[in-house]
């Protein structure tokens, strides 16, 4: 109750939940479309940690590397959480994966 309404009623703790769900999504798909245009063509030497480099540069490195591999889950975390939050989200993805 507390994922989805804020432990308020269904009908005043749903929709900022829902809503801030539905941001964050959008918000996660246009930073890697924005991260996937800039490191498309070294896309293999940005997904690794350096390890003869500055403090800086590693903390950069690991930052990003760490960030890009997180987008898995947290793809994952946003994906449920919108099918939990709209039918229109859920029955599309159902019709998606075909079930």
Do not use: C
């Amino acid at each position: 109750m507390m994922h989805q309404q804020l432990l308020l009623n269904y009908e005043i703790g749903h929709w900022p939940v829902a809503k801030a769900t539905l941001i964050m999504f959008f918000r996660l798909l246009s930073g890697l479309y924005v991260w996937w245009s800039k490191n498309r063509k070294n896309l293999n030497k940005s997904l690794k940690i350096k390890r003869d480099r500055k403090w800086g540069r590693k903390n950069f490195d690991l930052q990003s590397t760490f960030g890009f591999y997180s987008i898995i889950f947290i793809l994952f975390f946003g994906i449920t959480g919108l099918v939990g939050s709209f039918d229109l989200w859920t029955n599309g993805l159902y019709r998606f994966l075909g079930v």
